[in-house]
């Protein structure tokens, strides 16, 4: 099955740095990559995602790159804010036909931490 | 309007025991799924369910079971508790029908808070 790797574990930059979390993939059915932060203490929210038909989308400070022959994928956070700090997913999945049905493949999470 | 809820928020139980938790999706999802999070295993798929019927599964045991009401409210049960099975449990929706997802952010899932179970 699909299986998603995620480096690294965790991550320490300073308030203005730029950082950046990559994740790679098995399946190369995998058409869709979401990007979900989790505060601490609070549900996982998406931030940016990605399909398979783009190599990459920009919002604001936020971009993500995927690069489907080598099967990887990137978030890229510039200016980085102290209220970034979070945990931050990857995930991958393929989807179902036109079931509109997703089964998320989590990478085990970034712990971000930016110090002002 | 309203985001996806779940209940209760926190619970303790004792191994050998039950638990059922519930999820209200947002209004007019009709496609809930649900996540065991654990800080060894991360984020897993435990089952999916659109109108009434349990659509997809993750690989866990028969302890885990679901169901979902027409009202697209949906209950998560786990039966004979382990102390392994102590986790968040995120359940999520989406709109369930259509190519996944859309540039429109259909079909994208949206989380609630979980619901943490904490077996000892």
């Known amino acids: 099955g699909e299986n998603v790797e995620q480096h690294p574990s965790t991550l320490s930059v300073q308030e203005g740095d730029s950082a950046v979390i990559k994740c790679t993939y098995s399946d190369s059915a995998s058409n869709y990559f979401p990007w979900y932060k989790q505060e601490l203490g609070k549900r996982p929210q998406l931030i940016i995602d990605?399909?398979?038909?783009?190599g990459e989308k920009k919002d604001q400070r936020i971009a993500v790159t995927l690069n489907k022959t080598a099967k990887h994928f990137s978030l890229h956070i510039t200016e980085t804010q102290p209220e970034d700090s979070a945990v931050y997913f990857c995930?991958?999945?393929?989807?179902?036909?036109?079931?509109?049905?997703?089964?998320?493949?989590f990478g085990t999470g970034t712990r971000l931490l930016v110090s002002p | 309007k309203a985001g996806v809820t779940q209940t209760p928020r926190y619970l303790i139980k004792t191994r050998g025991q039950q638990v059922t938790l519930s999820c209200s999706p947002i209004?007019?999802?009709?496609?809930v799924s649900w996540y065991q999070q654990t800080p060894g295993q991360g984020l897993q798929f435990l089952f999916e369910y659109f109108s009434e019927t349990q659509r997809n599964k993750g690989n866990f045991p028969g302890r885990f079971s679901g169901r979902q009401f027409s009202n697209s409210r949906s209950e998560m049960n786990v039966s004979t508790l382990e102390l392994g099975d102590s986790a968040l449990y995120l359940c999520?929706?989406?709109?369930?029908?259509?190519?996944?997802?859309?540039?429109?952010?259909?079909?994208?899932?949206?989380f609630g808070a979980g619901s943490r179970l904490t077996v000892l």
């Open positions: 995930a991958a999945s393929r989807g179902q036909g036109d079931t509109g049905f997703q089964k998320l493949v």
């Open positions: 990605i399909r398979s038909n783009v």
């Open positions: 999520a929706s989406s709109l369930g029908i259509g190519e996944v997802p859309t540039s429109s952010g259909a079909n994208v899932l949206t």
């Open positions: 209004s007019g999802h009709r496609s």
